[in-house]
């Protein structure tokens, strides 16, 4: 029997299978959407999680106090300026922020407003906030070079409000979250498979009677193994196709729920779409493909 | 009659094309069995010194009691298993020295009928006998006349699209023995073809087999039915213990 006949013969006795064993097929399917669905849930937690360890550490700043001489006001300012261009030239830094003295004293009667606090500051001569450079990083564990640099520019920079143990703290957290995170995504996947492979290797063995007729009566190992792999891509291809819609009118609504929430999480909402859409098919296609082979393996020993 | 004097072993390889037929089993046998001996890995020896040749176009009994070898021996004709010992030759063909890929093609071209029929229960009648063949590959176009005529012999062409639940065990074998027809084998093994069934009917498919017989198709049938085997008065094999102890015309048992 040529190629394609024999592809188009399988492909065709694959349908029938299904069709003929629907009960244990349904069951195939079910498994396989459900099992998908936990596959794509933890997916989501994990990128979620991820975003939100990324958040947290972006937020974390330097802040470098700077030097007060009244008199020399415009100086300051000049020197400060040109710190702030140095240290935002560096490698391990996103942004600098100069907040200048007005804006310090705005931001702490705001805070006095917001805790109900009587509002002292229109007594005083004059502003004693100082001016300061809010540095953020690009990875927090990498203050050390920026830290330096502030200090060393000892002229304008009055303090390094130090940070070493809150970052140091902060990464101890967030360093676990993600490998916890990514340990139970992998464990979830393990689970996953395991049962997609049992569920296929079930609906194997309820036919294993045809499979040893098929044997008596000469068919070969192709013959009976491809229809087999065909019906474990069909129930797999289906599977995930299922799984997708459903995700896809949950996402509607969830999505909605979370963009409020998420708005402010570096989150890009485009790849992780495609980027489920391919575990998802993925998933179910190869573990339907894979799955089915080896559970007919078993049976072929002639 | 004991075996006469088997033929040479022909030089040929073990793939030939189809063999012609002789007359009887001094010439090309249908099967042979030279020293065949069959241990298994636990230890248990189910064949020794087995020597058996089929001729064409005869009917065979094989009888023993349980556990003397039959099955074992039935076994070995499809290369279900492998001798420990010796040859075993199908078709001129030594099993032993066909490649694994090719075992499903010895499948092929010898007919098997079970004790449980070994039906495709969500398939038709038709559908059953048609498998055999559609396996191979043959052309839908060459595979419908086949079947019919199958059907035609073993006269269930009036049930042929009916499933095998809805058979009696008479149909379920006659559907058995259609499918191990279908493609024209000059061989038909049959393990306890009646065992599952009722006197009457197991006497109408030894009728089949009979007439099945008469088309040319050597029969090897394993049996524990002492009153068929007895009337009938043909070649009888009998095993006990893994051997042969009897080769020739008589009943079931040694003094019938």
Not at chain 1, 249 to 270: D, S
Not at chain 2, 225 to 248: K, M, P, Q, W, Y
């Amino acid at each position: 029997m040529g190629f394609p006949r024999f592809l188009a013969f399988s492909v065709g006795r694959a349908l029938q299978g299904i069709r003929r064993n629907a009960l244990m097929s349904l069951a195939a399917i079910a498994t396989m959407v459900l099992m998908l669905l936990l596959l794509a849930g933890f997916w989501l937690l994990q990128a979620g999680l991820a975003a939100g360890v990324a958040y947290v550490e972006e937020k974390v700043e330097i802040v470098a106090d700077l030097r007060d001489i009244p008199g020399a006001e415009a100086v300051l300012v000049v020197q400060a300026q040109a710190l702030a261009a140095e240290v935002a030239a560096m490698p391990e830094v996103r942004a600098v922020r100069y907040v200048s003295k007005d804006e310090a004293l705005a931001r702490f009667q705001a805070r006095l407003r917001e805790r109900g606090q009587v509002d002292l500051t229109g007594y005083l001569d004059r502003n004693p906030l100082p001016a300061s450079l809010e540095v953020s990083l690009v990875d927090p564990r990498d203050y050390e070079a920026v830290v330096d640099l502030l200090s060393s520019h000892d002229e304008v920079v009055e303090d390094v409000v130090e940070i070493q143990q809150l970052i140091e703290r902060l990464t101890s957290v967030t360093d676990v979250l993600r490998t916890g995170g990514a340990v139970v995504l992998v464990v979830v996947g393990f689970v996953v498979l395991f049962i997609i492979v049992n569920t296929i290797r079930l609906a194997v063995v309820a036919r294993r009677e045809e499979i040893e007729i098929m044997r008596l009566v000469g068919a070969s190992d192709a013959f009976i193994r491809w229809p087999f792999i065909f019906e474990g891509a069909f129930v797999g291809l289906l599977g995930a196709g299922v799984a997708l819609v459903i995700l896809a009118v949950a996402a509607g609504p969830a999505g909605e729920m979370m963009y409020g929430f998420f708005r402010v999480l570096p989150l890009e909402l485009g790849s992780l779409a495609r980027d489920i859409v391919l575990l998802v098919v993925g998933t179910g296609l190869g573990v339907g493909v894979v799955g089915s082979w080896l559970s007919v393996r078993s049976y072929l020993t002639s | 009659m004991t075996s006469a004097a088997l033929p040479p072993p022909a030089p040929e390889p073990a793939w030939s094309p189809e063999p012609a037929s002789g007359p009887g089993p001094a010439s090309r046998p249908v099967l042979a069995l030279r020293g065949v001996g069959k241990t298994y890995p636990n230890g248990k020896v189910a064949l020794r010194d087995v020597d058996l040749a089929l001729g064409e176009g005869e009917f065979v009994f094989l009888v023993g009691p349980s556990g003397a070898g039959k099955s074992t021996l039935l076994k070995l004709l499809i290369r279900d298993e492998l001798p420990t010992a010796g040859e075993v030759i199908v078709d001129g063909r030594d099993l032993a020295r066909v490649a694994r890929r090719k075992v499903p093609d010895l499948r092929r071209r010898i007919g098997i009928v079970f004790q449980d029929y070994k039906l495709l229960p969500t398939r038709s009648v038709r559908e059953n006998v048609s498998f055999a063949l559609e396996v191979t590959g043959t052309p839908r176009r060459r595979i419908r006349p086949a079947v019919e005529q199958a059907l035609a012999v073993v006269g269930l062409s009036a049930q042929s699209d009916q499933l095998p639940t809805t058979l009696s065990g008479g149909e379920q074998q006659r559907t058995a023995i259609a499918r191990a027809l279908v493609h024209e084998p000059r061989l038909i093994i049959a393990d306890e073809p009646t065992g599952n069934l009722d006197p009457l009917i197991s006497w109408e498919i030894i009728q089949l087999l009979l007439r099945i017989n008469e088309l040319g198709v050597t029969i090897l049938m394993a049996t524990h039915n002492a009153e068929v085997v007895t009337s009938l008065r043909r070649r009888v094999v009998a095993l006990e213990e893994g051997r042969i102890v009897r080769d020739g015309v008589g009943g079931y048992h040694r003094e019938d």
